[in-house]
């Protein structure tokens, strides 16, 4: 038997090791850079509606997405109003200043497709990007706070598109609830007022603009239940519902985020240029099979679909619904998970920089990851497989770091059009630097900061206009070639194993949407087993270490939504360990 620890400093070692060759981050940067913390287990129970729904990470997004469908307004037109609202109060994990990924099922033509709005890399930068003057990888926190790791928003012209396609209201009744509470100002909440206490230490209180936004006058963060109103980002919104996404790529908004980006210490090399040449890209999805259903998501550059689609095509064969929810089902998910996690290590990034292959979801590629699980015994750490294509093996493996600024939403308009989508600004609070009262993301330390490694280039390593890795796994399950599930979570890399216990817990067990993401988080990202620290996660990592997991007992916070569109009716669930909500009708 393997041992059993439950302790910070163990957890940060350990996540280390999960995430192979550490490259130039201390177990200690790690730890930092750890998902948020829970505040609070709230018992909850799935949501059920007849016409329409959305779920979303915080009450006020949710009620003007509510709105909006209730006008007649569509799922883009729904997802348009959250975003610019979550923008304004959950300001930490996504908005204006970052990017993300929508998968939009337009029920006219029957189709799903995919939204890839991630942020792009400088054209200017390149693989040094993230090296000292020795050659050596900056720290995580020294490479976050400042303009440097901030790239092109990719959000505010996803919105654009998605209502130029799909959207029924006007766009600037769209955008104006979040002008009017950005003017009104909303109260803080407990999970916003952890999050800045929280953030301060960590360079939060770096730039003016953000200290004055975050911090009373005397320094000290806001606390729960203060008002706090926001007459720049009203401003912003204004310009945004009067002129659409041009003023952030071509005017002033946009000149505002090169000066922005030009911080003291760590200073960004965005030009006018690279917001101007932005494009959201619309992309296939990527799905696998799995029990009859086909799972479908987001493709490069984000590893989410790829990843949660090769652990379920090893599982497929597995009968997990005869093993049931329980120990043995979470030892064969994790075992699952590490084969996966050495595979994208080594070949997953921007599929427009690097060849990607195809051969990462083949069935037979998969069956034969699979023979390498032991039912009884964890393998310890997975060696990435050999995927039948040319150029497999040009790569060296990356690192991981779970993260914790990002947010997910599901949506179904009285239409049947619907939305997944899993945005983000990265970090908490993104890079820290604030302009016309939202903040730029850090993306671009979503890359490697190492671009090579044993002589070998790193697949994820940061290039001129290039899009970083993300492992953002917004989802989409389809039944008889029409949705059953959407789901997706923030988490950083753990977002990939919430999303895949999830499909599990929904479609082998049939579990109810709420009691699905209830359940205990597990993940690993080819290390450890990390699980969730709650009564059940400590009973079920007792028997994993019995298997020969190394087991460590963490919060792990997710942030899941879901929507399943039963025959009838939809069924929603929120997670508890944020403070989003459902509503619906
Ligand atoms: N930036 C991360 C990614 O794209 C997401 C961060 C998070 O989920 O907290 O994978």
Redesign the pocket.
């Known amino acids: 038997m393997r041992r059993l620890v439950r302790s910070a400093l163990f957890t940060a070692a350990a996540v280390a090791a999960a995430s192979g060759p550490v490259l130039g981050q201390t177990a200690a940067t790690l730890e930092q850079a750890l998902?948020e913390a829970t505040q609070a287990l709230a018992a909850r129970e799935s949501v059920e509606a007849r016409e329409f729904m959305v779920a979303a990470a915080h009450p006020l997004a949710v009620e003007v997405g509510h709105d909006i469908l209730a006008r007649g307004g569509s799922a883009a037109d729904a997802a348009v109003a959250v975003q610019a609202m979550l923008t304004l109060v959950e300001p930490q994990?996504s908005g204006l200043g970052g990017g993300g990924f929508l998968l939009y099922w337009n029920a006219a033509t029957e189709s799903l497709t995919t939204f890839d709005a991630r942020e792009r890399a400088p054209a200017a930068a390149d693989e040094g990007y993230w090296l000292d003057a020795e050659g050596e990888p900056l720290s995580f926190w020294d490479a976050v706070v400042g303009g440097r790791s901030v790239g092109v928003p990719g959000t505010p012209k996803l919105l654009e598109v998605l209502h130029a396609r799909h959207g029924r209201l006007p766009w600037a009744d769209l955008i104006d609830p979040a002008i009017a509470q950005a003017e009104e100002g909303f109260e803080v909440s407990p999970r916003l007022a952890g999050a800045i206490a929280d953030a301060q230490e960590r360079g939060l209180d770096t730039f003016d603009a953000t200290r004055d936004y975050f911090f009373d006058a005397e320094g000290a963060p806001l606390a729960e239940g203060t008002l706090l109103r926001n007459p720049d980002l009203a401003r912003t919104l204004r310009l945004y519902a009067d002129q659409g996404a041009a003023p952030f790529y071509e005017g002033a908004i946009a000149r505002d985020i090169v000066a922005a980006v030009r911080t003291d210490t760590n200073p960004g090399i965005l030009e006018l240029e690279d917001l101007a040449s932005y494009e959201v890209i619309e992309r296939a999805p990527v799905c696998v099979e799995y029990r009859a259903h086909e799972v479908c998501g987001m493709g490069p550059p984000?590893s989410g679909a790829l990843t949660v689609g090769q652990i379920l095509g090893m599982l497929e064969g597995f009968d997990l619904r005869e093993i049931g929810p329980g120990a043995e089902a979470a030892h064969l998910l994790l075992e699952a998970g590490r084969l996966a996690f050495a595979d994208r290590a080594l070949y997953m990034a921007d599929a427009d920089f690097v060849s990607m292959p195809e051969g990462l979801l083949d069935r037979d590629y998969l069956r034969d990851r699979a023979a390498l699980i032991d039912p009884e015994t964890s393998m310890g750490q997975a060696e990435a497989g050999d995927p039948p294509w040319e150029d497999a093996h040009l790569r060296a493996p990356d690192s991981e770091r779970?993260?914790?600024?990002?947010t997910h939403f599901v949506i179904v308009d009285r239409y049947g059009d619907m939305v997944s989508a899993?945005t983000?600004i990265?970090?908490g609070f993104g890079s820290r630097v604030m302009t016309g009262g939202f903040l730029l993301n850090n993306?671009l330390t979503?890359f490697s900061f190492r671009p090579e490694a044993d002589g070998q280039p790193i697949a994820n390593r940061v290039e001129g206009g290039k899009r970083?890795?993300?492992?953002?796994s917004p989802t989409v399950v389809l039944r008889d070639g029409r949705p059953a599930v959407l789901v997706g979570s923030?988490?950083?890399?753990a977002?990939i194993g919430y999303t895949a216990a999830a499909i599990i817990a929904i479609l082998d067990w049939q579990m109810d949407p709420q009691a699905a993401i209830d359940r205990p988080n597990m993940v690993t990202l080819n290390g450890p087993s990390i699980i969730e620290d709650t009564a059940e996660g400590a009973e079920l990592a007792e028997a994993l270490a019995a298997m020969g997991h190394e087991v460590s007992l963490r919060d792990l916070n997710s942030g899941l939504h879901v929507i399943v569109v039963a025959e009838d009716r939809l069924i929603s669930a929120a997670d508890i360990r944020r403070e989003g909500a459902v509503r619906g009708q």
């Open positions: 998902p994990s984000s779970p993260r914790r600024g990002t899993t983000t990265e970090s993306e979503d970083p890795r993300s492992s953002m923030p988490g950083g890399a977002i």
